[in-house]
């Protein structure tokens, strides 16, 4: 402590030594991954949830495999309706990835932040450009998540010069972007 009753720390103050931090999340934390918005419909339930740990199958048809959490507002809606609409984020979007995530308020629910276009696969919010339409075909429990297998039916790509990415816990673009 300073003599003025505070000092600000140059490190995370309830960070845990290295040797008791987790290496699987720290492993995950290394890796840079986009961020997409998983978006579903039922009715008038709609669900949605930021998604950045997927891969994309080049195939006929091609193929999305995605991890999320079961127990996330997103997966009893897309299993129900058993199709999602999957968003690329750009960097403008990052309030709403957080918002879908449950990291920032969204007075009356996240879908209320921005306008969105309605598809045969869910909700696209209005300013992303590129985003496909998925069917469900697959799941299966992979560690805490649960991948969804899923056939990308329809595909709309737009200009992409400012992706919303994610490493170590932050929200980047890359630089010349």
């Known amino acids: 402590m300073s003599e003025t009753g505070g000092e600000i720390h140059a490190e995370h103050p309830f960070l845990p030594p290295p040797h008791e931090r987790n290496p699987i999340r720290r492993l995950r934390g290394r890796l840079t991954a986009p961020v997409t918005l998983w978006t579903a419909a039922l009715g008038s339930r709609r669900a949605g949830l930021p998604v950045s740990g997927l891969v994309v199958a080049d195939g006929e048809p091609g193929k999305v495999l995605g991890l999320v959490d079961e127990d996330s507002d997103l997966w009893p809606v897309a299993e129900a309706a058993g199709r999602f609409a999957l968003s690329v984020l750009r960097w403008e979007h990052r309030s709403l990835a957080d918002a879908f995530a449950g990291l920032m308020p969204a007075p009356g629910g996240a879908f209320r932040l921005t306008e969105w276009r309605d598809t045969d696969w869910g909700p696209v919010p209005a300013s992303v450009q590129t985003w496909a339409g998925?069917?469900?075909?697959?799941t299966r429990p992979i560690g805490w998540a649960l991948a969804?297998?899923?056939?990308?039916?329809?595909?709309?790509?737009?200009e992409e010069n400012d992706p919303l990415l994610h490493r170590r816990g932050r929200y980047f673009t890359p630089p010349g972007e």
């Open 134 to 138: 998925c069917r469900v075909l697959d």
């Open 148 to 158: 969804v297998e899923a056939e990308l039916e329809h595909i709309e790509l737009g």
